[in-house]
Antibody, heavy 123, light 106 residues
Framework: EVQLLESGGGLVQPGGSLRLSCAASGFTFRSYAMTWVRQAPGKGLEWVSSISGNSGSTYYADSVKGRFTISRDNSKNTLSLQMNSLRAEDTAIYYC????????????????WGQGTLVTVSS | DIQMTQSPSSLSASVGDRVTIACRASQSISSYLNWYQQKPGKAPKVLIYAASSLQSGVPSRFSGSGSGTDFTLTINTLQPEDFATYYCQQTYNQVSFGGGTKVEIK
């Protein structure tokens, strides 16, 4: 059974940094791209970032480009999101999701999701 | 960027009803359109991928259709557990989601 467990969320001041992690199990981690999706309180889903199975390709939404960095450690089955220069509008539940392909491409979808970790950016 | 527009944003329906949710892309996305269901406090769950393919384990009362810019999610014989928010997602060019459609009990 695929399991994704996010951690690292919390309260941070504007301009601060936070590192999220997602521990994966139940599948061959290196064989699948992974993605972060966020959801602001009471709002819809927003794609944040994706990374290919071998970390060779990374993708970012314009709203986080230059501030967030996605990475993965295939030896530890762990996905990470380093978030810098945080803003109030980054406040959201952050979900990690498993892609169905090894490199994000047209036709991809997300077949497993974690339960999310809440990030609150406020002074 | 490809914009995804869902309609309606919310609807009220009764158990046993047939429900249809529309999703329109700002440009052609071929059939690279997926549908997710999200219940309060839970993570999203994929229902339909590639516009019309039913994800394993999803009840057959859910169906999807469309291609190009216009897509539809249909729920036949609405069940109590189907009251949720539904999102469309395109993966033709990067990833973007529609704004969601909340299906509420009438």
């Amino acid at each position: 059974e695929v399991q994704l467990l996010e951690s690292g969320g919390g309260l941070v001041q504007p301009g601060g940094s936070l590192r999220l992690s997602c521990a994966a199990s139940g599948f061959t981690f290196r064989s699948y791209a992974m993605t972060w999706v966020r959801q602001a309180p009471g709002k819809g889903l927003e794609w944040v970032s994706s990374i290919s199975g071998n970390s060779g390709s990374t993708y970012y939404a314009d709203s986080v480009k230059g501030r967030f960095t996605i990475s993965r450690d295939n030896s530890k089955n762990t996905l990470s999101l380093q978030m810098n220069s945080l803003r109030a509008e980054d406040t959201a539940i952050y979900y990690c999701a498993k892609d169905v392909v090894v490199v994000p491409a047209a036709g991809d979808w997300f077949d497993s999701w974690g339960q999310g970790t809440l990030v609150t950016v406020s002074s | 960027d490809i914009q995804m527009t869902q309609s309606p944003s919310s609807l009220s329906a009764s158990v046993g009803d047939r429900v249809t949710i529309a999703c329109r892309a700002s440009q052609s996305i071929s059939s690279y359109l997926n549908w997710y269901q999200q219940k309060p406090g839970k993570a999203p769950k994929v229902l339909i991928y590639a516009a019309s393919s039913l994800q394993s384990g999803v009840p057959s009362r859910f169906s999807g259709s469309g291609s190009g810019t216009d897509f539809t999610l249909t729920i036949n014989t609405l069940q109590p557990e189907d009251f949720a928010t539904y999102y469309c997602q395109q993966t033709y060019n990067q990833v973007s989601f529609g704004g969601g459609t909340k299906v509420e009990i009438k």
